[in-house]
């Protein structure tokens, strides 16, 4: 019998549960590959729009069928009044990953088609939450600010649109290209947490709105969606480089982490993060502020340098690491880093739960229904004797 405490395959590591076409990480040699595409090539040469093709319909678009696409995108973005009316019930402290949670559910409240789970109608849904996703959290966010929401201008990218709606300014083409990229790069990672809840809820033939509503729940945790808040948390309680060596050996002497250091798949080096570190630096010097991404790169070496001496072994930043720094140069609020995230991610659930509900790489749709090992010996190896109230004693 297993001891108690020794659960085995506790988190899933390195278990296959199921084959996909849509990404490959391959942790040692710190690949990052969608639909056959390096993830290095995408961010430089790509938009999010054409990734968001590319996740949904396996290659990448013309020129006219992105164009199309982008209309497609833009006709969609605009979210329900009645959500807006719902969302400015919410207290003003609500967290945002919250609000997008609830209101995902909601938007399924007004279409009367949520329940045709054919794949004409995934798609058209699909498109439906990839738009509306930056729409709420603009809105959320100027509801909470007093403000009232903006209409989305279809003259600008998706990345930009965000943007514009969250403060009413139409960014420069370097932050919106900035922003853009960091789209692409958090768009689909494969079996992480909040896909596989994804694919979990969409195994048992739930709709689509059920399944990313799954996903942004299981997003919203600190150990996953939130890390990158809690990056740019723990250089705000540092404060300055003169307290960075005691922060990071006191942690990981302590057996703590320091946040945004390592990752669970890769092991030499998450590419994004090569990626995302000049994008940085560049938006620290664009606002006349470096500090906070030299403070990050000071934690970086420390960090390296302590972990090799105490376990003998590299450790890497990860891609929340540098998404919390360059977000916090563009003046975005820490609290909708993760939403950022999940406006992006929104596009890699879709095209996971569309392959999960009509069997994209297996040969049938199966309900998810793992195994476990049961460790609860508590009479024995026998059942216990059920004993009538009347009889317990006092």
């Not at 084959?19 to 969608?34: A, E, P």
């Amino acid at each position: 019998m297993t001891e108690p405490g020794d659960i085995i395959n506790t988190g899933l590591r390195g278990v296959p549960v199921a084959s996909t076409r849509i990404c490959l990480v391959d942790g040692k040699s710190g690949k990052l590959v969608y639909r056959g595409y390096n993830i290095k090539e995408l961010a430089q040469y790509a938009s999010f729009e054409e990734v968001i093709y590319l996740l949904l319909f396996e290659h990448l678009p013309p020129q006219q069928e992105l164009a199309d696409f982008k209309d497609l995108i833009a006709a969609q973005t605009r979210i329900p009044e009645q959500l807006l009316t719902a969302m400015k019930t919410r207290p003003a402290t609500s967290a945002p990953m919250d609000i997008l949670q609830a209101c995902v559910p909601m938007l399924a409240n007004h279409d009367p088609e949520a329940g045709d789970l054919s794949r004409e109608k995934a798609m058209h849904t699909a498109i439906g939450l990839i738009a509306k996703f930056p729409a709420i959290m603009a809105a959320w966010h100027r509801i909470r600010n007093g403000l009232e929401p903006l209409v989305p201008k279809p003259e600008l990218s998706h990345a930009a649109n965000f943007l514009f709606m969250l403060t009413g300014e139409t960014p420069d083409p370097e932050t919106a290209r900035f922003m853009d990229t960091c789209l692409v790069l958090h768009a689909e990672h494969s079996f992480n947490a909040s896909t596989f809840s994804a694919r979990q809820v969409a195994s048992s033939r739930a709709h689509m709105y059920a399944a990313a509503a799954a996903g942004v729940g299981s997003l919203s945790g600190e150990l996953h969606g939130g890390a990158n808040a809690r990056v740019m948390q723990m250089l705000l309680d540092i404060g300055s480089p003169d307290r960075v060596d005691e922060y990071v050996e006191s942690r990981l002497k302590a057996g703590q982490k320091v946040m945004g250091m390592g990752h669970a798949v890769y092991k030499n080096g998450d590419p994004r993060a090569a990626i995302l570190a000049p994008m940085s630096r560049q938006m620290g010097e664009k606002t006349g502020n470096l500090k906070w991404y030299e403070l990050g790169e000071a934690v970086r070496k420390k960090a390296a340098e302590v972990f090799r001496e105490l376990k003998g072994a590299e450790i890497y930043p990860n891609v929340d690491f540098y998404s919390a720094t360059t977000y916090y140069a563009m003046g975005l609020p820490i609290d909708l880093f993760t939403p950022v995230f999940a406006i992006s991610r929104i596009s890699g659930w879709c095209a996971h739960i569309i392959e999960e509900q009509f069997a994209g790489a297996a040969p049938k749709p199966a309900l998810y229904r793992p195994a476990s090992e049961y460790v609860g010996e508590y009479c024995g190896p026998e059942e216990c004797e059920f004993v009538p109230m009347e009889k317990r004693p006092s």
